[in-house]
């Protein structure tokens, strides 16, 4: 896989070193992310007498771009790994068993004056990452295999995505495990009516299998806008989001998710307020007619749901209580280059059930970042996480004897760019 993967690379170098069109662009960018952690509650809480972890992993990535004005090509291939964590070495200390995959791999084919369409493994990302998003803070990141029309009309922007993702190359019948989506389509249309003001609407059919060995899809549908307002100092956003159709089991989906969040800027200080509401469940099992827990699908987690990342999957994670998030934060520009930023959240279940304690409220975390970016394709930075729980929050993760949470971080990231074939 490896020679595979290092072939196709220099042949990709070699075409479009030695075949460029007139007005063509050739670019090769890397990626190198280095992120040490300490993690004493990272994910849970810490239990008592438990021992932190620390753990360096790595993101290497080198992506290869080609431009002309009716064709766009990308290859991104990227390693993923733990320092030390490979399963087998060699006498000479060389790694054995790499991690070597392919992040994005597409191209984009212009269609005359209505826009683009788009085909392969690609990063999608759209207004603030709610339910469709990239998930940077993972090394892997996220990509999507899809097909997607960028289309642009007046003042309007319209694309349309779709996938079908497959396990195996079967020869009959389409499983797949019902914890992933089968199918998923969508519609983006956005304009942005003045300097500022804008505005999105984003509807996705999210399609699951009913089980991991049958045929039968259901769909989920998300519909929502998204707004912006921003003029020197003030930035207003919000998102309203609201879900129906079917869930895995095929039952009814009447759930919705609330985002406010404004700031103003003074001088170097930019203090702001938020919300994120996300609709749970207040009944479980066979008295449960209709789901009301909002799945955010493919949407950001530890952007929005705190770094020290207790609330991934809502489902198991608040007993399909959904979470209720109000934050407040202060960003502080020391230059322009060093920058500093304060997240405090208060989280609470939006809805009790037999599964959940009878008490809301789970707790407070804080989250501090410190970044400094040295260079054009250089930054550093570091941040630290508690969390302070409830009983409630205890109970909710089964940890009785829990002792102080925290987790810290220090990462270190180098985007060059390696070579860059100006235009002719």
């Known amino acids: 896989m490896k020679k595979?993967?290092?072939?196709?690379?220099?042949?990709?170098?070699?075409?479009?070193?030695?075949?460029?069109?007139a007005h063509a662009q050739f670019k090769v960018d890397a990626q190198l992310r280095d992120r040490f952690e300490l993690r004493d509650g990272y994910q849970k809480l810490a239990a008592e007498a438990s021992i932190p972890a620390t753990l360096i992993s790595q993101r290497t990535r080198i992506s290869f771009s080609y431009e002309t004005e009716n064709l766009r090509f990308k290859i991104t291939p990227q390693d993923i790994r733990l320092w030390g964590g490979d399963q087998t070495w060699s006498s000479s200390g060389v790694a054995n068993n790499t991690t070597i995959g392919l992040f994005e791999g597409y191209a984009e084919v212009k269609l005359g004056?209505?826009?683009?369409?788009?085909?392969?493994?690609?990063?999608?990302?759209?207004?603030?990452?709610?339910?469709?998003?990239?998930?940077?803070?993972?090394?892997?990141?996220?990509?999507?295999?899809?097909?997607?029309?960028?289309?642009?009309f007046s003042e309007w922007n319209l694309h349309l995505g779709s996938s079908w993702n497959s396990l195996t190359q079967t020869t009959f019948d389409n499983p797949y495990p019902t914890n992933r989506i089968k199918s998923?389509?969508?519609?983006?249309?956005?304009?942005?009516?003045?300097?500022?003001?804008?505005?999105?609407?984003?509807?996705?059919?999210?399609?699951?299998?009913?089980?991991?060995?049958?045929?039968?899809?259901?769909?989920?549908?998300?519909?929502?806008?998204?707004?912006?307002?921003?003029?020197?100092?003030?930035?207003?956003?919000?998102?309203?989001?609201y879900q129906y159709g079917q869930n895995q089991k095929g039952t009814d989906v009447n759930a919705f998710l609330i985002d406010a969040d404004a700031s103003y800027k003074i001088g170097n200080f930019t203090p702001g307020i938020g919300l994120g509401y996300l609709s749970g469940n207040s009944k479980t099992g066979t008295d449960q007619t209709?789901?009301?827990?909002?799945?955010?699908?493919?949407?950001?987690?530890?952007?929005?749901?705190?770094?020290?990342?207790?609330?991934?999957?809502?489902?198991?994670?608040?007993?399909?209580?959904?979470?209720?998030?109000?934050?407040?934060?202060?960003?502080?520009?020391?230059?322009?280059?060093?920058?500093?930023?304060?997240?405090?959240?208060?989280?609470?279940?939006?809805?009790?059930?037999?599964?959940?304690?009878?008490?809301?409220?789970?707790?407070?975390?804080?989250?501090?970042?410190?970044?400094?970016?040295?260079?054009?394709?250089?930054?550093?930075?570091?941040?630290?996480?508690?969390?302070?729980?409830?009983?409630?929050l205890k109970t909710l993760q089964g940890v009785a004897n829990d002792k102080f949470s925290q987790f810290f971080y220090l990462q270190l990231t180098i985007t060059p760019t390696l070579f860059k074939q100006q235009a002719q």
């Open 4 to 21: 595979f993967y290092i072939n196709t690379v220099l042949l990709f170098i070699a075409a479009f070193l030695y075949n460029t069109e």
């Open 290 to 392: 209709t789901d009301n827990l909002f799945d955010v699908l493919y949407g950001a987690r530890h952007k929005y749901f705190g770094f020290i990342d207790y609330f991934r999957s809502f489902s198991s994670h608040t007993k399909q209580g959904g979470l209720a998030d109000y934050y407040f934060y202060l960003d502080y520009k020391f230059s322009k280059s060093v920058s500093i930023r304060n997240i405090g959240h208060y989280f609470q279940l939006a809805q009790t059930n037999p599964t959940t304690p009878t008490d809301k409220n789970l707790g407070y975390e804080n989250d501090l970042v410190l970044k400094y970016k040295f260079s054009d394709w250089g930054a550093l930075e570091s941040g630290y996480a508690f969390f302070l729980p409830t009983e409630s």
């Open 113 to 152: 004056s209505l826009g683009w369409v788009s085909a392969g493994r690609q990063q999608l990302k759209y207004d603030k990452e709610r339910i469709l998003a990239a998930r940077n803070w993972n090394q892997n990141g996220l990509s999507y295999d899809a097909l997607v029309f960028k289309l642009k």
């Open 184 to 241: 998923y389509n969508f519609l983006w249309l956005n304009r942005k009516f003045s300097d500022n003001f804008s505005a999105s609407l984003l509807h996705i059919a999210s399609g699951v299998t009913e089980t991991d060995s049958t045929n039968t899809l259901n769909f989920r549908q998300t519909t929502g806008i998204y707004s912006e307002y921003k003029n020197d100092n003030l930035n207003i956003w919000g998102n309203v989001y």
